[in-house]
């Protein structure tokens, strides 16, 4: 009995605890959605009052103007990075789920290529805007332009597709390798036909991340990029390309209210286009978890 | 079948050509680095990393020459502000992000119901593509100026002038500052540290979960004891990860810090600068130092910044790798 008589008061406490936890777990859910939503909403609210769909379709003047020219140099930039980007990571990932040899322990192999991915991953993205910057900009006399601002962002975004396409790739079922096989196909032929085809969905989740984180960095394309007011040329080196995040940067801190609706307007074709990539992104996953179970 | 045997060479050898151009992506980045770097490294020395000063010098005057390296008279650099900011930014962030995302994680898991906690968990997982120059934009126009104006001063006016906590007193400023970009980094990073840990949790089998209840646990008890110790190297590893993007992050903090160089922050709301954002602000006027030892100095505060950020970055994916590849200890507390 005395026993529980001393356990009374503890316990008290614990039941105290507990729903002090319980509310510190809702609390914590709020300070994260809060000011998510504030985040959103309020690039949102504060850009929608100005907006005219003219922006879509007149040039940039700096800090007035539309940004017709950003939009396309955005998309430039980003298809640009799907294709260097896009096959270098496919493959990239194609390696180091499928043709590096394992290791003696039976884990993955591609220890020199792996080790490689992780480390680009973990650059600083100044800092390889920055290498792209003296290197090729200034060293080899490219000037502001769009083949080093691609080549500086594709390397950002390499390791997230080659991840996700090595993920893609193992959790392709083996039972699929080995019908293959067993039908007679080569290895090549059935990595096409049938591994890649079932990893499909994954590995255009990962480019379509890829291709979000293009379409929203800033750092690295200052000094790859430049700036211009025109439209994108043809060319691939000695004429600098605009991008949209260049004037949320540029504009924001300006005295003129122009500059600031400028700002708004090209965080809020952002925000959309991004969102848009990301949702998309996570519908393919859905989509594919939902056949996977009716798999089993 | 003469084709197909090609198609396997073709897949191969592109393949192992792709993968090398990561390797050599790496390599092409650490030699620029380093060779941009080495005359300022020979130059400024070791109090690069104690120094305080950042003076770039005459660059319209007269070339000295130290050690054979060409800088403009008077060029003295000193890293130390830059390490010091960033740092203390990341260990802010790190401090709020942490338990915010601890928390998160257990809400989404044990305590809502499915139809609340999946379109949330999506918008957690959206919100970490968010640009951060958009991220930084909020900051510096609308979450910075509502601190300075309503939370700093009741923060700064009633916290007891002692040791520790006297950093939190003083002038709150406009909201442009180290606390502001504590705080946005820490929104940065809890998408990250949250999914992983709510992914986690979703691993944790209910049944150590329900002995633990059934000896009559309370739900906070289950959590501090079976829950959390039975993926602890996996939020480790997550924590580490959202380490190494704030230590990187450098357009959001370039916006929302005051991008002030040469002095540290006398408090926790004043200006400050990190070395990212000190390289993104600085490369225009670096470029006008005709001998180039402005950029090089650049390039040097850059290699400190990587080799930090990717020390931290393998560290996180070393422990990450090993906790999926063991199973978890029963009972371990």
Known sequence: MTIVTQSYPKTSWRRFKASAFRVMTLLALLFVVGPALWLVLGVVVRAVPNWKWSVLTTLSQGTSGGLENAVVGTLVIMVGVLLVAGSVGVLTGIHLA??????????????????????????????LGYAGYVALCVALHWGFSLLPAILILSLMVVPYIAKSTESALRQVPTAYREGAEALGMTAGYSLRKVVLKSALPGIVTGLLIALAVAGGETAPLLYTAGATNSLPSWSLVHHPISYLTYYVWTDYNQPSAQAHVVSYDAALILVVLVLTLLVVSRLVVARTQRHSESFR | MLVRRH?????????????????????????????????????????????????????????????????????SYGAWPLIAGTLETSVIALVIALPISLGTAFALTERLPRWVAQPITFFVEILAG??????????????GPFLASHVYPLVANHVPNVPVLRFFRGSTGYGEGLLTSGLILGLMIVPIIASTTRDLFMQVPPLPKEGAEALGMTDAEVARHVTIPWVRSGIIGATVLGLGRALGETIAVAMVSGSILGKLSPNIYGTMTTIAATIVSQLDSAATDGTGFAISTLAEAGLLLAVIAIVVNLAARTIVRHSASHAAPVGRV
């Open chain 2, 7 to 75: 198609e396997d060479r073709a897949w191969r050898i592109s393949a192992r050509v792709a993968s090398l151009l990561p390797v050599a992506g790496v390599a092409f980045i650490v030699i620029v680095l380093a060779l941009k770097a080495w005359p300022a490294t020979t130059v400024n020395g070791v109090s690069f990393l104690t120094s305080s000063q950042w003076v770039p010098g005459n660059t319209y005057g007269a070339v000295v020459h130290t050690h054979g390296v060409a800088h403009p008279m008077g060029s």
């Open chain 1, 98 to 127: 499928e043709l590096a040899p394992a290791r003696k322990n039976g884990k993955a192999g591609g220890g020199l290529f792996r080790l490689a991915v992780d480390v680009l991953a973990g650059f600083p993205s100044i800092v």
């Open chain 2, 130 to 143: 968010i640009p951060s120059v958009i991220i930084g934009l909020w900051g510096v126009l609308q979450l």
